[in-house]
Nanobody, 119 residues
Framework: QVNLVESGGGLVQAGDSLRLSCAAS????????MGWLRQAPGKEREFVAR????????EYSDSVKGRFAISRDNAKNTVYLQMNSLKAEDTAVYYC????????????RGQGTQVTVSS
């Protein structure tokens, strides 16, 4: 059984930083592209960032580029999302996700962690 467990969410003020973590189990972690998605209240889930198997390629949505950084530690089966200069519009439930290759569809997704940014 595949489990992706997010942690690190919380309530912060605009301009603050936060680091999310996602611990993966039940899958060959180093074989998967890992990523983060988010869903704000009343909006559809959207792509935030992804990182390929060895970390050689990263990709970000335009809305977070330059502020967020995704990284992974294959020895710990963990992927991270460092979020800096947070804005109120970053408020959302953040989901860890895993996929084979690179594409729109994600094979697995975690339960999510809430990030709330007060302005």
């Amino acid at each position: 059984q595949v489990n992706l467990v997010e942690s690190g969410g919380g309530l912060v003020q605009a301009g603050d930083s936060l680091r999310l973590s996602c611990a993966a189990s039940g899958l060959p972690f180093s074989s998967y592209t890992m990523g983060w998605l988010r869903q704000a209240p009343g909006k559809e889930r959207e792509f935030v960032a992804r990182i390929t198997q060895t970390g050689g390629i990263t990709e970000y949505s335009d809305s977070v580029k330059g502020r967020f950084a995704i990284s992974r530690d294959n020895a710990k089966n963990t992927v991270y999302l460092q979020m800096n200069s947070l804005k109120a519009e970053d408020t959302a439930v953040y989901y860890c996700a895993a996929q084979i290759g690179i594409g729109v569809r994600w094979n697995y997704r975690g339960q999510g962690t809430q990030v709330t940014v007060s302005s």
